[in-house]
């Protein structure tokens, strides 16, 4: 039978590869698989008293994991028994003297690699992880199954003698750090051959043109030595800006590289080329030379320098959480409240059922119109926006957002192109500015075809 003693903690590197996909929708399960091995394969003091070599029933493991006072029904248990397992929280779990995990530095992990708000994990933290339907504990066990961690026969599950093929020879999950986590599962699985043919493609659109890729390749190597050193030095960046169609030095530090909407950018914080923010994404390839400075340089912004002399430099965590809370890349505009009303048709067919962002939800027409007052001050402007509501269908499909928008020369592009793709089934009603903008555009764009 199984020889070696199941001691992985459930680090996020575990629980990814446990999730099989999206992490943040998985994450209770994914615990849950950990503490489900560790009943099975644990220490000794660990393993429930289960046969694993003449198999078990759920049934079994039930009554064993839980105490007498646990309901045998089909509904979520809501016992009092506190000491039944299914009263025991997720951080009671993960944040003991037997897993020895730290709960800040997990959580930090965590943050980096989902994205998803503290306040968001910490509501996950406190669910009682085992309070979940008979259902949900039996699908539990089909997934332990499918990956490769029971085996089941004769209505039983058997137990394995070594650690599953694909788990032994796993790609470390740091090396797939890098891809969004919805892909993660994906590149897992599929990341080698299968019978010696490639199963497994990205295509990227990516606009940078051939010309400059060496150079964009030679960026990246200078950052990838930077980022070696203790401590990270500061950088003076020589930029051809297309925003004010110059060529300026900027000094900031350098934080993490993100490859967003068809090019590669560096992620920096101390100065940016308009010189009015101290956050700014740099196009790889706009970039004309990089060079090293000490912190005592004189021409680093106050802002920066209190940061290094604080030792709260950023990370790439606070990016993904600043991402996590409005829409667009461009993370350090200002977060604005946006309505859309889309075609009933067309959302049920393209929107519906989509991961657009976090913040990103459908609302009833009610709502939509609560907001349209709450947003608007000017008097005239609220009362012939709702004029316009009147007149469009409740039927129709309404949504929220925060998107990154400040005005029309400062807004996450990447949004706008979305907008502009799901054109005309989709109408934005606020911010009035961007739709004003979005009227502009469609009225120009329509002079085009008006002689043919």
């Known amino acids: 039978m199984f020889e070696e003693i199941f001691q992985e903690a459930p680090h996020v590197e575990l629980l990814q590869w446990f999730a099989r996909g999206s992490l943040k929708q998985n994450l209770l399960r ?35 994991f839980f105490t007498s006072t646990h309901p045998k029904g089909e509904k979520v248990p809501k016992h009092n028994d506190v000491n039944c397992l299914c009263a025991k929280t997720t951080a009671e779990w993960l944040f003991n003297s037997q897993t020895g995990i730290i709960e800040v530095n997990w959580k930090k992990s ?3 690699h989902v994205g998803i708000d503290e306040s968001k994990l910490n509501i996950f933290l406190e669910q009682c992880l085992f309070k ?16 490769g961690w029971l085996v089941y026969k004769n209505h039983k599950y058997y137990g394995i003698q070594e650690y599953p093929l694909h788990f032994q020879n796993k790609v470390a999950a740091d090396e797939f750090n890098f891809l969004h ?50 401590p990270v030095p500061p950088i003076q960046i020589t930029y051809n800006s297309a925003k004010i169609k110059n060529t300026i030095d900027c000094i900031v530090y350098p934080i993490c590289i993100y490859y967003v909407q068809r090019a590669v ?29 000490k912190w005592k340089n004189s021409g680093i912004s106050q802002q920066l320098k209190q940061r290094y002399q ?43 059922g989509t991961e657009r962002h976090d913040t990103f939800k459908q609302i009833s027409y009610q709502e939509t119109r609560n907001l349209i007052k709450q947003q608007i001050q000017q008097p005239q402007q609220k009362k012939l926006l709702l004029e316009t509501l009147d007149n469009r269908s409740p039927e129709d499909a309404y949504y929220q957002a925060f998107i990154r928008y400040k005005d029309k020369t400062e807004r996450d592009n990447n949004v706008i192109m979305r907008l502009r793709a799901w054109r005309p089934n989709c109408e934005i009603l606020l911010p009035v500015e961007l739709r004003n903008e979005m009227i502009e555009e469609v009225d120009s764009e329509a002079k085009f075809y008006l002689d043919y």
């Open 110 to 112: 965590l943050l980096s």
């Open 132 to 147: 979940v339907t008979r259902r949900s504990l039996q699908a539990d066990l089909e997934i332990l199954e499918s990956l």
């Open 310 to 352: 604080q030792k709260t430099l950023p990370n790439p965590s606070e990016i993904t959480l600043k991402m996590s809370q409005a829409w667009g890349f461009d993370f350090y505009l200002p977060s604005k409240l946006m309505s859309l009303r889309f075609d009933r048709d067309f959302a049920e067919r393209y929107i519906k």
């Open 181 to 230: 986590e919805d892909l993660v599962g994906i590149a897992q699985n599929h990341s080698q051959e299968i019978a010696a043919i490639q199963r497994f493609f990205v295509h990227l659109d990516y606009v940078i043109p051939k010309s400059t890729i060496d150079l964009v390749e030679n960026w990246q190597w200078e950052l990838k030595e930077l980022w070696k050193q203790t």
């Open 30 to 64: 994914s615990i849950r698989l950990w503490v489900w091995l560790e009943t099975l394969y644990g220490e000794p003091e660990k393993r429930l008293p289960l046969d694993l070599e003449a198999g078990f029933t759920y049934a079994q493991w039930r009554d064993l």
């Open 265 to 293: 950018y560096l992620c920096a914080f101390g100065d940016n080329p308009k010189h009015d923010n101290y956050w700014y994404n740099f196009r790889l390839d706009r970039i004309q030379g990089i060079r090293s400075l």
